[in-house]
């Protein structure tokens, strides 16, 4: 691979432009074809075999109009004495923002709110249309499924919003499913940050601008390309709105890291003799070789997403490893291209003075007495370390999946304000609705007395009276909670009702009943994915052993390097709970409320962070293993390795902590926790783990680190890594002394 690798850097070195055009034909053809065919992208939590798909297929077959989405619109006098009951301007405003809506394209119809105000106080209290103090009043829109609407559905409703919003006689808020399924939450200026400061620790690392830009460049061109391509996927699976989120935060940080490591060997070769194009082709072949299999093993571990079941995450794992996958092909392609423009002068734009600092890549005189020092405390170190991760740890065991509501996003959004008006005028269950689909094809006798029994339930506050499609076989009951949709109570009302109400009803009849609505899809998708969670860790963590086995040729490195990773994930995980269930500091990232776990993020994490601290391992161990293999003494081959490395390994750790660590300032409570989490995860891998944790443990282990049984290595492909150039094929050494001075 290394010669391959080498012939394609020193290539695009050397005809820089033609890959650059190459690159720039691919990319206005991508995102001509995204703005000319590209679909919208949609938020559908479906997964197969869950009770809540079961009654949303159930009303899909029925042609029934719950199948579809749904928006509320929630109206209250601006002033705060008046009801609508003695202000004749609020029910004539009122009137006219319902006409308004029902006129909308694609809107099925609405409750006729202004209607039962106009039968009385009792009438319009009992149909749930107006809030007993007569001050909120619900219009309820029914739309037709996700995949006859569009984003154009969202801004119409909005302009109606805006219409009546100019300080007239009611204040008017909506929130529902359209808004949940369209709405996308700006990120620009978070990921402008984490840009702003990559560049500055760039510049301390390198201490060139144009050094420093390469990285930039190459990272912000091949995001631009990969998230165009997102609306181009979505022919061959859905891409939820937020996978450009989550992959703008993978696809920044892995692609400036991954451009780091290969400036850093190829101004290493420059710095040695070599001419510009050889140069770029040995950072490819040596640094590029890690570069694709760290890569790999992120697009792998996030594809592995798949093992939950759940399309959406698979949907957003794809999307994900896209970005991954141009940033890898760009750094051994488009990277050396921008190289070979920059040749010599790649150390210019100097910001240090002449003489001052240590290049990242170099031996450092710091790092190797922090080496030294770790090496004579090895005891200390390894169980302080272990104890305070052990420490971080511990907030997984109150762990809780869930989903954010509306309750928890910011009061600027009309979602929230939406939220805390119905909540506070008809009780928080209003805001998530149990909708129970009943198969009545058999039996329709069963709909009362299933309708009492529900009322009945004491989680249940009221129930809408059931809808019944006699010729589809289908019944709607809608039920609402006492209490809110993120509710654990919720939750145990939804469970009560699948494994004793219906059966108390349904045990003797064919007819069938099943709990769907959002609040009931998401509680399943939760379980499923705690359910699935343990596999897809082990199928992980014995990925990564067999992969870190074969390329280091040991038993005990690969089984550290997998208790070290489950350490700083499970660190992660604890800061999370800590944050966001328990509230610890959670003013200081914006956060109005505490929120559950996000029910796919624990999964989602683990596989990207499997992946990203892979970079850091093997970029680590690789140059312990060839120091080891120069010198065979194990306590040194770590000092050497350390003071090579830790530079690198702590810019490349700052990049993606500011790039994560830029998402944790956006509005939506769901980015900041994946940004918060990842931030974290890679703090305390690529510091207290790699830096301190890797070492102290080496150093105990001595030369049993390298050990691995004789059958075991002759079966076991080898995999080489950072291979010599010289032992593959004769290379002509075109020596530069004026290259020198990196």
Do not use: C
């Amino acid at each position: 691979m290394a010669s391959t690798l080498f012939r394609i850097g020193s290539f695009s070195a050397k005809r820089p432009w033609v890959v650059i055009g190459v690159w720039l034909l691919i990319s206005i053809g991508v995102v001509g074809a995204s703005t000319a065919f590209g679909r919208e992208l949609e938020d559908t939590f479906s997964a197969p075999g869950l009770d809540s798909q079961l009654a949303l297929e159930l009303l899909e077959e029925a042609n029934a109009d719950t199948a579809g989405l749904t928006a509320q619109v929630v109206v209250t006098p601006n002033d705060p004495s008046a009801t609508f009951f003695d202000s004749p301007a609020a029910q004539v405003a009122l009137a006219e923002i319902q006409g308004e809506i029902s006129s909308l394209p694609n809107v099925i119809g609405t409750t006729d709110t202004a209607g039962a105000i106009a039968l009385g106080p009792d009438e319009a209290t009992a149909m749930g249309a107006l809030s007993p103090d007569g001050r909120v009043a619900l219009i309820r829109v029914q739309y037709p499924v996700v995949e006859d609407l569009s984003v154009d559905d969202l801004e119409q409703v909005k302009e109606v919003q805006a219409a009546f919003s100019d300080g007239g006689a009611v204040q008017v808020e909506m929130n529902g499913d359209l808004f949940f399924t369209f709405e996308v939450p700006e990120t620009g200026f978070a990921e402008m940050l984490g840009l702003i400061a990559a560049v500055i620790i760039l510049l301390v690392a390198f201490g060139s601008v144009i050094a420093m830009g390469l990285p930039i460049g190459m990272a912000v061109f091949g995001l631009a390309l990969g998230v165009s391509s997102m609306s181009l996927i979505t022919y061959l699976i859905e891409i939820p709105s937020w996978a450009p989120q989550v992959a703008s935060m993978v696809g920044l940080g892995v692609g400036i890291d991954y451009a780091l490591f290969l400036v850093t060997r190829h101004r290493e070769f420059l710095a040695n003799g070599y001419g510009v194009v050889e140069s770029a082709g040995r950072a490819v072949a040596t640094a590029g070789q890690a570069v694709i299999f760290a890569g790999g093993t992120v697009v792998i571990a996030i594809l592995g997403l798949g093992v939950a079941g759940v399309p959406f995450m698979t949907a957003s794992g794809v999307a994900t490893s896209v970005v991954v996958l141009i940033m890898v092909l760009g750094s051994i392609s488009l990277l050396p291209a921008f190289l070979g423009l920059a040749g010599p002068w790649i150390n210019r734009l100097s910001v240090r003075r002449s003489g001052h600092g240590t290049p990242a890549g170099t031996v450092s005189p710091g790092w190797t007495k922090w080496g030294e020092h770790v090496s004579r405390h090895a005891w200390g170190y390894a169980i302080g370390v272990t104890g305070l991760l052990l420490a971080l740890t511990a907030p997984v065991l109150a762990l809780q999946l869930g989903f954010p509501d509306d309750g928890s996003l910011p009061e600027s959004v009309t979602q929230r304000r939406a939220y805390d008006l119905v909540a506070d005028g008809f009780g928080p269950g209003i805001n998530g609705p149990l909708v129970i689909a009943v198969d009545i094809s058999e039996d329709a006798t069963v709909v009362d007395p299933l309708v009492e029994t529900i009322a009945l339930d004491p989680g249940v506050m009221g129930v809408a009276p059931a809808i019944v499609n006699a010729e589809a076989g289908v019944a709607t009951i809608v039920a609402f909670p006492t209490t809110a949709p993120q509710d654990d109570e919720t939750l145990r009302t939804v469970e009560r009702l699948r494994a004793d109400v219906f059966p108390e009803i349904l045990d003797d009849s064919p007819a069938r009943a099943h709990v769907g609505g959002l609040t009931a899809n998401f509680a399943d998708i939760g379980n499923r994915v705690s359910d699935r969670l343990p596999l897809f860790i082990a199928a992980v963590i014995g990925l990564s052993f067999l992969l870190l086995m074969m390329v280091f040729r040991s038993v005990l490195v690969p089984l550290k390097a997998a208790l070290l990773n489950l350490l700083s994930i499970g660190a992660a995980y604890g800061v999370l709970v800590m944050v966001f269930q328990w509230g610890w500091g959670k003013e200081l990232i914006g956060l109005e409320t505490t929120v559950p776990i996000v029910s796919f993020i624990p999964m989602f994490m683990f596989a990207i962070l499997f992946g990203l601290s892979m970079d850091y391992e093997v970029f680590l161990l690789s140059r312990v293993r060839e120091e080891y293999l120069a010198t065979g003494d194990n306590d040194r081959s770590v000092i050497n390795g350390i003071a090579h490395t830790a530079r690198v390994i702590t810019s490349a750790a700052l990049i993606m902590i500011s790039v994560f660590g830029g998402f944790v300032l956006g509005a939506d409570p769901t980015v900041k926790m994946m940004g918060l989490g990842l931030a974290t995860a890679i703090l305390v891998d690529a510091t207290i783990v790699r830096i301190v944790l890797v070492p102290a443990t080496m150093k105990l282990m001595g030369d049993a680190n390298w050990w691995l049984p004789a059958w075991l290595d002759r079966i076991l492909p080898t995999i080489d890594i950072d291979g010599g150039l010289e032992d593959e094929f004769d290379i002509e050494v075109d020596f530069q002394p004026e290259a020198v001075g990196v």
